[in-house]
């Protein structure tokens, strides 16, 4: 088995079953009882925004790879040889298959997974239902330690800068990723977060990482979160009996195929729940980006099939030979797409 959606599902085991269906108290409710998403976003006693609620990312599963505003010179080569290794050998020692904590990445690059946030006034804290762990944001005025014991998920404080809260995370150890891609980071790794809820339903944030002994400036991630009205966070455990089967090492030389060729397959492909697909020609390499998620290679192994970080992509013609759906090849099941433009 040597598909990339091997880390977003069957690394894990997520309880189905449900909790008790219970309203949740004070949110915003329309006359046939519905939660209003767009209701102006609640406050807590001392006027601050309250950002507490289940939330779930958007297009969770399209942040897998989101170092796509770098441009190859910017990765430090150490980096950039330490993603190359672990995309060859599928990530079999990364976090996510060795079922480790996810360190930075935990809010927005793990699949569907939703987190709770709890807004007390000194504290905000972040219950994440992957690897049912949790994390401290301490608002009181207190910072960051000088010399912090490097931990997975760092140590955060926060404050107000109007109705955005800021939080700085330090003290990561190096054993975790930055997304599910395995692009490295070391300890020195800041995290900037600016989290604002912009109402009922919506919250946005900005994450900026800064890691200049791993990459030559910082970059800022936009992740859009959803309310989950009346919802809670179920049990998740991960188990890693997959991993004997991600042995490494794509196999084969890839096929050359001619620009004009590749070029009939660039545009957008759309399908129901999943992330849209752009696929520009780059020089002479075809790239995809799923969501916001950034560009990946796509490898040719014949005219029509490629694959993407070990997922295969085949493109399908109509009988006068235009391009007309991509089938994306996921552990999880195939995923077809119509060509849009």
């Not at 309880?15 to 939660?35: C, D, H, M, S, Y």
């Not at 569907?112 to 762990?133: D, F």
């Not at 959803?226 to 919802?231: F, R, T």
């Not at 890693?240 to 492909?269: C, I, N």
Request: aromatic share 8%.
């Amino acid at each position: 088995m040597h598909k990339l959606a091997t880390i977003l599902c069957v690394m894990s085991v997520s309880l189905t079953g449900q909790w008790p269906n219970r309203p949740t108290p004070g949110i915003p409710r329309t006359a046939e009882g519905k939660v209003d998403l767009s209701a102006t976003a609640p406050r807590t006693a001392d006027g601050k925004p309250d950002l507490s609620g289940v939330w779930a990312a958007k297009n969770g599963n399209s942040f897998f790879h989101i170092t796509g505003d770098l441009k190859p010179e910017e990765i430090r080569p150490w980096a950039a040889a330490i993603y190359q290794q672990r995309e060859d050998d599928f990530r079999r020692d990364t976090d996510g298959i060795a079922c480790l904590p996810p360190g930075p990445k935990a809010g927005f690059a793990v699949g569907a997974a939703p987190m709770k946030i709890l807004q007390l006034p000194n504290l905000v804290a972040v219950l994440y239902e992957y690897h049912t762990i949790f994390r401290q944001i301490f608002t009181d005025g207190r910072g960051l330690p000088e010399d912090p014991n490097p931990t997975w998920m760092g140590y955060s404080i926060g404050h107000w800068e109007g109705d955005t809260l800021v939080v700085t995370t330090a003290g990561y150890n190096d054993r975790t990723t930055l997304d599910l891609a395995g692009h490295p980071h070391t300890e020195g790794l800041r995290v900037t977060e600016r989290y604002h809820r912009r109402d009922v339903g919506h919250l946005d944030l900005q994450v900026m990482f800064d890691d200049p002994k791993a990459y030559t400036r910082p970059w800022t991630l936009p992740v859009e979160f959803d309310l989950i009205p009346d919802g809670e966070l179920i049990e998740y455990v991960c188990e890693d009996r997959d991993k004997p089967h991600l042995v490494g090492k794509m196999s084969g030389v890839e096929f050359r195929v001619p620009a004009e060729v590749l070029a009939q397959y660039t545009g957008t492909y759309e399908g129901p729940a999943f992330p849209v697909a752009t696929v520009p020609l780059e020089g002479s390499r075809l790239m995809i980006a799923l969501g916001a998620t950034g560009k990946i290679p796509l490898i040719a192994r014949s005219d029509t099939s490629f694959t993407m970080e070990g997922t295969g992509v085949d493109f399908a013609k109509d009988a006068n030979g235009a391009v007309t759906a991509m089938i994306q090849h996921w552990t999880e099941g195939d995923r077809n797409l119509v060509r849009r433009k």
